[in-house]
T-cell receptor, first 115, second 115 residues
Framework: NAGVMQNPRHLVRRRGQEARLRCSPV?????VYWYRQLPEEGLKFMVY????????ESGMPKERFSAEFPKEGPSILRIQQVVRGDSAAYFC?????????????FGAGSRLTVL | AQSVAQPEDQVNVAEGNPLTVKCTYS??????LFWYVQYPNRGLQFLLK??????LVKGSYGFEAEFNKSQTSFHLKKPSALVSDSALYFC?????????????FGRGTSLIVHP
């Protein structure tokens, strides 16, 4: 997980509150992916961003979820008005070149619990 | 569209015995294939990849995987399992003809190695 920092590692929210998850890739890395891991469902793609641009958000729920990756600072995954079903582990990843191919490198994840 | 299937939720093996974790895939073009491992409360760690070339790919911690185009499979193997190999294993695929780099992950297979 070297190079991709996620915080907070654990976040507890009550229903209706907002959750903000942050991802800081290695300096100079401009690609960020967000995935969600739900129990029994594996890892699901949410959104792919490059600096200041959303490239693909086909996996994002239509409401309450948003993501950004500003020119300065970390990428933010924002969940408004959280519900219990949002409880999951959220992983951020960046691209690393390895032997001629791009490989996703993941952070340690942020575990959201909605009470 | 691309997809990946891991038909086993759990694999049990005795320490010292060979292990196999199965993965099949579906893509329109040529596949890029990956295996990742996840230890409890951690992010995903890259194990190995197949891009092109030799069908037998060697990776970290003594793991290897065999690409079989006719069976559209990419099974993960290790000749002699260790208790410390117990973890969650994810197979992932990306269509090499895709315009953006978004791998699709399987549901994961829990490997349990018994002493």
């Amino acid at each position: 997980n070297a190079g991709v920092m996620q915080n907070p590692r654990h976040l507890v929210r009550r229903r209706g509150q907002e959750a903000r998850l942050r991802c800081s890739p290695v300096k100079g890395h401009s690609h960020v992916y967000w995935y969600r891991q739900l129990p029994e469902e594996g890892l699901k793609f949410m959104v792919y961003l490059q600096k200041e641009n959303i490239i693909d958000e086909s996996g994002m729920p239509k409401e309450r979820f948003s993501a950004e990756f500003p020119k300065e600072g970390p990428s933010i995954l924002r969940i408004q008005q959280v519900v219990r079903g949002d409880s999951a582990a959220y992983f951020c990843a960046t691209l690393r070149e390895l032997s001629g191919a791009n490989v996703l490198t993941f952070g340690a994840g942020s575990r959201l619990t909605v009470l | 569209a691309q997809s990946v299937a891991q038909p086993e939720d759990q694999v049990n093996v005795a320490e010292g015995n060979p292990l196999t974790v199965k993965c099949t895939y579906s893509v329109s073009g040529n596949p890029y294939l990956f295996w990742y491992v996840q230890y409890p409360n951690r992010g995903l760690q890259f194990l190995l990849k197949y891009i092109t070339g030799d069908n037998l790919v060697k990776g970290s911690y003594g793991f290897e995987a065999e690409f079989n185009k006719s069976q559209t499979s990419f099974h993960l193997k290790k000749p002699s399992a260790l208790v410390s190999d117990s973890a969650l294993y994810f197979c992932a695929v990306r269509d090499s003809s895709g315009g953006s780099y978004i791998p699709t992950f399987g549901r994961g297979t829990s490997l349990i190695v018994h002493p």
